[in-house]
């Protein structure tokens, strides 16, 4: 069974620009989640989509937005970049129903802000 | 609101010794609990996860776990340290709540490493 696969693999952007990012979760999961992590604060949850749907949202500003395909395949989008907005970028899948699943994260994005 | 507090941002162990990494959480209902594993340039990998069954839980690469109430802690343990377990480690929680599963809160990780 493939992973969670996430594309690209690196990406370097300069300030204003935007970029978007890709996750194609484990087939079946119905759940994809989005985090950021950079060494000064960590893992910290963007978003949640579930069949379509944001579920759950973190605190984050507008800027940073996503979208789930009816495939499950998502997508999340980083509008006039900053230069704190460079950090890996992590998609992760679940069930998403019924007793808990487990997260299965992908190698992420690791986006550069020059 | 749920909070994790990983102690030690930096362990070094002999291979061969007992690993520990400790975790307390924070959190005003019954919550469930992971550890996840990290190798450079790649994402999260789970270890095991603790959702109100066994208080012991047993994960993979002969990791495992003890959730207690009392302590509000889930430290993690390994009998014999590997070369190959030198990683970062970190320890997060969820609740289940209106459905919504997909809210790991993480701690900010322990780098293990382990000398040979």
């Known amino acids: 069974k493939a992973g969670v696969t996430q594309t690209p693999r690196y990406l370097i952007k300069t300030r204003g620009q935007q970029v978007t990012l890709s996750c194609s979760p484990i087939?079946?999961?119905?759940?994809v989640s989005w985090y950021q992590q950079t060494p000064g604060q960590g893992l910290q949850f963007l978003f949640e989509?579930?069949?379509?749907?944001?579920?759950n949202k973190g605190n984050f500003p507008g800027r940073f937005s996503g979208r789930q395909f009816s495939n499950s395949r998502s997508e999340m989008n980083v509008s006039t970049l900053e230069l704190g907005d460079s950090a890996l970028y992590l998609c992760?899948?679940?069930?998403?129903?019924?007793?808990?699943?487990?997260?299965?994260f992908g190698d992420g994005t690791r986006l550069s802000i020059l | 609101a749920q909070s994790v507090t990983q102690l030690g941002s930096h362990v070094s162990v002999s291979e061969g010794a007992l690993v520990l990494l400790r975790c307390n959480y924070s959190?005003?209902?019954?919550?469930?609990l992971f550890w996840y594993v990290q190798y450079p340039n790649q994402g999260l990998q789970l270890l095991l996860k603790?959702?109100?069954?066994?208080?012991l839980v047993k994960g993979i690469n002969g990791f495992e776990a003890e959730f207690k109430k009392s302590e509000t802690s889930f430290h993690l343990t390994k009998p014999s340290a590997h070369m190959r377990d030198a990683a970062e480690y970190f320890c997060?929680?969820?609740?289940?709540?209106?459905?919504?599963?997909?809210?790991?809160?993480f701690g900010k990780g322990t780098k293990l490493s382990v000398k040979p």
């Open positions: 989509y579930f069949s379509e749907t944001q579920r």
């Open positions: 992760a899948s679940s069930n998403g129903t019924g007793e808990w699943s487990a997260q299965h």
């Open positions: 959190s005003s209902v019954p919550p469930y």
């Open positions: 997060a929680v969820t609740q289940k709540y209106g459905g919504s599963q997909g809210n790991l809160i």
């Open positions: 603790y959702t109100s069954a066994a208080t």
């Open positions: 087939s079946g999961h119905r759940s």
